[in-house]
């Protein structure tokens, strides 16, 4: 299976989406909105914003990989 480097990341405050590229060597923790500029953290239990708000998981969890 391949793995999927893209994401929508939607803000969990004003919903607005935006599609990134997600990186392969390290998680990402932080991530502004754009639109209401409200920083996202991960959920309690996911390792990384795109694992609680992304359309697709970061690679290593595509991988079935730990994360960070």
Partial sequence: ME???KSV???SNCGH????EMP???CQF???CEQ???VLRPKEGDCCV???FGSIPCPPIQENKSCC
Avoid: P, R
């Avoid at 989406?17 to 990134?20: D, F, G, I, W």
């Fill in 36 to 38: 209401c500029k409200e």
């Fill in 30 to 32: 932080f991530y502004q």
């Fill in 17 to 20: 989406s935006k599609q990134e």
């Fill in 9 to 11: 990341l939607t803000c």
């Fill in 3 to 5: 793995t999927i480097l």
């Fill in 24 to 26: 392969t060597d390290a």
């Fill in 50 to 52: 795109f694992c609680s």
